[in-house]
Structures are given as C-alpha cells and as structure tokens.
C-alpha cells in the first residue's frame, strides 16, 4: 500500500519570502509519480508541479520547484517569492504506475502568506 | 481549464434518503474517478472507472455505488444516506494510466446529510 504523510498542518510565511512544504511517502514499488495540488479557498484542486520516480532532476515550474530526494523517499514543494495568493491549502499525492492512475493524498498542509 | 461538470455543486438532504451526484466530461478521457475530502483526511478515493461500464472500488467505498453507462457521465449513488457521508466530493478525469498526466477535477460538490 502506498502512504502519502505531511506533516505541516499549518504553516505561515512572509509575502516575498520562500517557503519549503514537506511530504513524504512511501511505496515498495519503484515506478511512481509525485504531485502537488494547490487548493484555495474557493476549493478547486489545482494542479501544480509533477515528478517521476526516474527523473534524473527536480521538476520545477515557474516559482514552483520540487526538492526530490529518492533516498530519503521526500518530494517537498519549494514556493519561492511568495505572493498573497499563495494562500491556500496544498496536498501531495502519488500514483503508483499500473494502479490506473490512482491517486494517493496526505491531509494537506495550509499555507498562510502574510504582508 | 479541463471540461469537467459536477451537478449538484450543493445539496442538502435527509438521512435514509438516496442522493446521486453526477460528473459530466467533454475530454473524453478513459479514466474517470470520485473521491471525498475530508478534515484530517486529504482526499479519499471512494470508486473508479476505466472504461465504460468497467468500474472498481477505492479505499472508502462501503455504502456507494458507481455507473458509467457513457465515456462523459460517471454516477455515484449513496443509496441510504448517512451523516457519515457528509463530505465534499469531487470527480477527476485521467487520459492514461500510466502517463505523468495529471488528473483533473471537478469544483466539487458539498453534500450535507441532516
């Protein structure tokens, strides 16, 4: 079974500043695929960054970035420059190849951006 | 932005009472899947479908129930309902199974079961 833990509930960061939000999973199997979903208060899932289990470099995209580390089994998403807009929830998920495309979520984690 | 409908986004109804909730696709996407959102708990898949008429159970299917009779429409059906399945619910789509594609979502719909 595959198991998706974050472990920040809350976290609260500076307008401008980056922020690192954890996740961390665990699976047996060796091909899988990593994603961040951002969810603001108007409560649609928005799809934010992706990374492959044989990626060779952390995906990144605009302010976004992925700090893959495979040994460690951890995909943090690294927000840089934070905006107001940025508040919201964010959830980790994982797919396991061949589970048809199934996804696996951690309980989230609500990010706070303050002036 | 992906074409996906949930219908109703809100609604309101008594416990014992049956409630189907319905997610409409234009993608014509293969993969299609319902999950529930809870505090504490992240998003749960309660069923899914990969083809029409082809669907399976998630981790959190007791008391639901699924049809696919066309590619765009996925039901799901609580057939009694109970206050344990006041939640938010939403539909995501998927093209392939083992593609880095992300899954796409519905807005949601929150169901309150009095």
């Known amino acids: 079974a595959q198991k998706i833990t974050q472990t920040q509930p809350g976290m609260f960061v500076q307008e401008k500043e980056a922020v690192t939000l954890d996740c961390t999973y665990d699976?047996?199997?060796?091909?899988?695929?990593l994603f961040w979903y951002k969810q603001p208060s108007s409560g649609e899932m928005i799809f934010l960054i992706y990374q492959g289990s044989y990626d060779q470099q952390n995906a990144t995209e605009g302010r976004y970035s992925l700090n893959f580390q495979k040994a460690r089994k951890s995909a943090n998403l690294v927000i840089s420059a934070s905006q107001l807009g940025d508040s919201a929830m964010y959830f980790c998920a994982m797919r396991v190849t061949g589970t048809a495309s199934k996804l696996t979520f951690g309980t989230g984690t609500r990010l706070q951006v303050t002036l | 932005d992906a074409g996906i409908t949930q219908s109703p986004r809100h609604k309101v109804t008594e416990t014992g009472t049956p409630v189907t909730l319905r997610c409409h696709q234009t993608e014509n996407h293969r993969y299609m899947y319902w999950y529930r959102q809870d505090p504490g708990h992240g998003l749960r898949l309660i069923h899914y479908?990969?083809?029409?008429?082809?669907?399976d159970k998630g981790e959190v299917s007791d008391g639901y129930s699924v049809s696919r009779s066309k590619t765009e429409d996925f039901l799901l059906t609580l057939e009694s309902a109970t206050s344990s399945q006041t939640s938010v619910y939403f539909c995501?789509?998927?093209?392939?199974?083992?593609?880095?594609?992300?899954?796409?979502f519905g807005d949601g719909t929150r169901l309150s079961i009095l």
């Open positions: 479908s990969y083809g029409v008429k082809d669907t």
């Open positions: 699976t047996s199997d060796p091909s899988y695929g």
């Open positions: 995501a789509i998927s093209d392939d199974w083992n593609s880095n594609q992300p899954q796409h």
